[in-house]
């Protein structure tokens, strides 16, 4: 929230659901951020929730899980959206797995053709964190489970303008576990503090 409201957020609605009261109770003390809370009665999934937004009247939202971090120019990421006309927009980040084995290779006869030693795979993976133009919420059924693939994959098959935002795998966080929270600490300082 702090990175938002540095990048110029003025207004946030927080969808809960686990641990909701205490959530907001911590939350209510931050009066800068002027939090709204929406509580979900059983789990919507990462996009079930867009629903209760079918009558405000902003026309983009950005949303992003709770446990994800970014340093990223919120700002030149909605320039992005909005240059593009997008009806989604996600934040993607570059991923490279480095296989720690010998990959072998197979020629078409399934003999030995030869082995690559500890190749990297590079992928374009989703961080959790989206531009939404209003239009797409009328997708969403009230209080129907329902997930952010579900909701790209109505997306294309309505012909929606999808897009992605590619972003340097050091540009974000996820801190979804306890552990992974521990060994970024240093790094969510420097995010969320002193706005690197």
């Known amino acids: 929230m702090e990175r938002f409201y540095k990048n110029g957020s003025k207004k946030f609605y927080l969808l809960l659901g686990y641990k909701s009261k205490l959530v907001s109770t911590f939350l209510s003390d931050f009066k800068k951020f002027n939090a709204k809370f929406i509580y979900e009665k059983k789990p919507l999934g990462t996009a079930g929730s867009l629903?209760?937004?079918?009558?405000?009247?902003y026309?983009?939202?950005f949303v992003t899980n709770c446990d994800i971090v970014t340093n990223e120019n919120l700002i030149?990421?909605?320039?992005?959206?909005?240059?593009?006309?997008?009806?989604?927009?996600?934040?993607s980040a570059t991923k490279k797995i480095t296989i720690p084995y010998g990959v072998v290779e197979l020629n078409k006869q399934g003999n030995f053709n030869k082995m690559n030693e500890k190749p990297?795979?590079?992928?374009?993976?989703?961080?959790?964190?989206?531009l939404v133009n209003s239009k797409v919420i009328k997708l969403v059924k009230k209080n129907r489970p329902y997930n952010f693939d579900n909701l790209l994959r109505d997306g294309i098959k309505k012909?929606?303008?999808i897009f992605s935002y590619p972003i340097s795998d050091n540009s974000w966080i996820d801190i979804g576990d306890g552990l992974s929270f521990l060994n970024n600490q240093n790094t969510l300082e420097r995010f969320v503090l002193k706005g690197v």
């Open 159 to 161: 012909k929606l303008r």
């Open 51 to 57: 629903s209760k937004f079918s009558s405000y009247k």
């Open 76 to 91: 030149n990421f909605y320039k992005f959206h909005k240059k593009n006309k997008s009806h989604i927009t996600l934040m």
């Open 59 to 61: 026309e983009d939202y």
């Open 120 to 130: 990297d795979i590079n992928f374009l993976v989703n961080t959790g964190i989206y």
